[in-house]
């Protein structure tokens, strides 16, 4: 007779959200290995954590979702345990509890020893750097520093990820050394605020001197910055930039919007004057690097006007990335005490008219790469193409290089070197460049 004891406990880990929920889940699974267990990354198992988004309102829903079709399996004995951890937990725990009381368990986002005493695993400090990584091979994140001490009115990161905490750039440059020896050639620096880093470890903003540290490390090749807050940005990373062959020509900083009045109200702590100065100082410093942005539309009292002036400004600024989304109205924010009087359809109406004069520019932009040869690190192969990327690119989220497979083989996670023979709004096309 078989009994439920001799079923060999393999624990699948599920995640949602954005990259730093990726990193928590590569933490959390190196924990479990360390401790002997056998951990997968969303593929079957019969205990499941799933690690959850709480950010805005698709996030929640996509998560509760989650939770339960997993519940469905486990009434249907197809799992034996599920575990809810990440933002959505450390948000709404004891509405969860109540909710979807039959989840063995609920844990917040700082609570990974309880997590793992749970999962029948050790917490091991020694394990510095050490995870299991679930991106392709050639690329991994690198958080740099854990939640947020800014004020935005939208935004509810502080409250499910705490105040603003930098990691020492010294354990950061043995995690760097350890990924790179486990043929990881591409690190991407996240975390809420790049920009406050090291203010609370070093009393400044320690960005450059960690760049400086991290150039030094053999086998890593490309250095790409991701979330960058404007105000205070320390210029000095400009100059490393410029200097260091190694740091990506690319810079993501959501700038959310443009109006001086929904950024005062959103608490952005900038004006379009000052936000406009300081991208025409990164173009003067890094003239051929890509930024990317984030804008948020439907915000409280956004008018036609304040939207007519942001649509103006993206025109103007012809960014080469952009995304933009609409606002969702967030319990506990400063701003959800506003009258969320934007409707639905509007707010919608407003981010296709934003997408589609970025989806010109960059066309326009991509145009003047056809002739260009580029360097380029190869992600995956797809259907007839093997799929790449330009420094200018980051992973999930940018522009690809699709290159014929019928007629050259490449190896993933390889660079190399392409000749741009066409392009569209989004996507390039080019073949390996013939070398002398």
Same mark, same amino acid.
């Given at each position: 007779?078989?009994?439920?004891?001799?079923?060999?406990?393999?624990?699948?880990?599920?995640?949602?959200?954005?990259?730093?929920?990726?990193?928590?889940?590569?933490?959390?699974?190196?924990?479990?290995?360390?401790?002997?267990?056998?951990?997968?990354?969303?593929?079957?198992?019969?205990?499941?954590?799933?690690?959850?988004?709480?950010?805005?309102?698709?996030?929640?829903?996509?998560?509760?979702?989650?939770?339960?079709?997993?519940?469905?399996?486990?009434?249907?004995?197809?799992?034996?345990?599920?575990?809810?951890?990440?933002?959505?937990?450390?948000?709404?725990?004891?509405?969860?509890?109540?909710?979807?009381?039959?989840?063995?368990?609920?844990?917040?986002?700082?609570?990974?020893?309880?997590?793992?005493?749970?999962?029948?695993?050790?917490?091991?400090?020694?394990?510095?750097?050490? =995870?299991? +990584? *679930?991106?392709? @091979?050639?690329?991994?994140? &690198? $958080?740099?520093?854990?939640?947020?001490?800014?004020?935005?009115?939208?935004?509810?990161?502080?409250?499910?990820?705490?105040?603003?905490?930098?990691?020492?750039?010294?354990?950061?440059?043995?995690?760097?050394?350890?990924?790179?020896?486990?043929?990881?050639?591409?690190?991407?620096?996240?975390?809420?605020?790049?920009?406050?880093?090291?203010?609370?470890?070093?009393?400044?903003?320690?960005?450059?001197?960690?760049?400086?540290?991290?150039?030094?490390?053999?086998?890593?090749?490309?250095?790409?910055?991701?979330?960058?807050?404007?105000?205070?940005?320390?210029?000095?990373?400009?100059?490393?930039?410029?200097?260091?062959?190694?740091?990506?020509?690319?810079?993501?900083?959501?700038?959310?919007?443009?109006?001086?009045?929904?950024?005062?109200?959103?608490? =952005?702590? +900038? *004006?379009?004057? @000052?936000?406009?100065?300081? &991208? $025409?100082?990164?173009?003067?410093?890094?003239?051929?690097?890509?930024?990317?942005?984030?804008?948020?539309?439907?915000?409280?009292?956004?008018?036609?006007?304040?939207?007519?002036?942001?649509?103006?400004?993206?025109?103007?600024?012809?960014?080469?990335?952009?995304?933009?989304?609409?606002?969702?109205?967030?319990?506990?924010?400063?701003?959800?005490?506003?009258?969320?009087?934007?409707?639905?359809?509007?707010?919608?109406?407003?981010?296709?008219?934003?997408?589609?004069?970025?989806?010109?520019?960059?066309?326009?932009?991509?145009?003047?790469?056809?002739?260009?040869?580029?360097?380029?690190?190869?992600?995956?192969?797809?259907?007839?193409?093997?799929?790449?990327?330009?420094?200018?690119?980051?992973?999930?989220?940018?522009?690809?290089?699709?290159?014929?497979?019928?007629? *050259?083989?490449? @190896?993933?996670?390889?660079?190399?070197?392409?000749?741009?023979?066409?392009?569209?709004?989004?996507?390039?096309?080019?073949?390996?460049?013939?070398?002398?």
């Amino acid at each position: 007779m078989r009994t439920k004891s001799l079923k060999k406990n393999k624990i699948n880990v599920v995640t949602l959200g954005c990259s730093k929920n990726v990193y928590d889940s590569e933490v959390l699974m190196g924990q479990l290995k360390a401790s002997g267990k056998e951990v997968v990354h969303e593929e079957e198992g019969n205990i499941v954590v799933i690690n959850t988004c709480g950010f805005i309102n698709n996030a929640k829903e996509e998560s509760i979702n989650t939770i339960l079709d997993f519940m469905q399996k486990k009434e249907d004995g197809e799992v034996d345990k599920v575990f809810v951890t990440g933002c959505l937990s450390e948000r709404y725990k004891p509405d969860l509890q109540k909710e979807i009381p039959n989840v063995d368990q609920y844990f917040g986002t700082t609570e990974l020893p309880g997590l793992l005493k749970a999962l029948g695993a050790d917490y091991k400090h020694e394990l510095i750097g050490e =995870r299991l +990584t *679930t991106t392709p @091979k050639n690329y991994a994140y &690198l $958080k740099i520093a854990e939640g947020c001490d800014r004020p935005c009115s939208f935004c509810a990161i502080p409250i499910m990820r705490g105040k603003h905490k930098s990691t020492p750039i010294e354990t950061l440059v043995v995690e760097a050394e350890k990924l790179a020896t486990r043929g990881v050639k591409e690190l991407i620096l996240i975390a809420q605020d790049l920009t406050y880093y090291g203010l609370d470890l070093y009393k400044k903003r320690h960005l450059a001197e960690l760049l400086e540290n991290l150039v030094k490390v053999d086998g890593i090749e490309w250095i790409r910055l991701h979330y960058a807050f404007p105000t205070g940005f320390p210029m000095d990373v400009l100059e490393v930039m410029k200097r260091e062959p190694k740091i990506c020509n690319y810079l993501d900083i959501p700038l959310q919007h443009i109006s001086d009045d929904i950024l005062k109200s959103m608490r =952005r702590g +900038t *004006t379009k004057e @000052k936000t406009t100065k300081l &991208l $025409k100082a990164f173009r003067e410093a890094v003239p051929e690097m890509a930024i990317r942005t984030t804008l948020i539309v439907g915000y409280p009292g956004e008018t036609e006007e304040n939207f007519q002036e942001l649509k103006q400004w993206v025109a103007n600024m012809r960014f080469e990335r952009l995304g933009c989304f609409t606002y969702s109205h967030e319990e506990n924010t400063h701003a959800y005490n506003l009258e969320d009087n934007v409707p639905e359809d509007i707010k919608q109406d407003r981010a296709n008219q934003i997408m589609e004069i970025q989806s010109q520019i960059s066309w326009e932009l991509n145009q003047a790469k056809i002739g260009q040869t580029l360097k380029v690190v190869i992600d995956r192969k797809e259907g007839n193409y093997f799929v790449g990327r330009t420094e200018f690119d980051s992973p999930d989220v940018d522009n690809e290089v699709l290159i014929d497979a019928s007629k *050259t083989y490449l @190896k993933t996670g390889e660079f190399t070197t392409v000749t741009i023979t066409d392009a569209a709004d989004f996507d390039l096309y080019g073949e390996v460049a013939v070398t002398n």
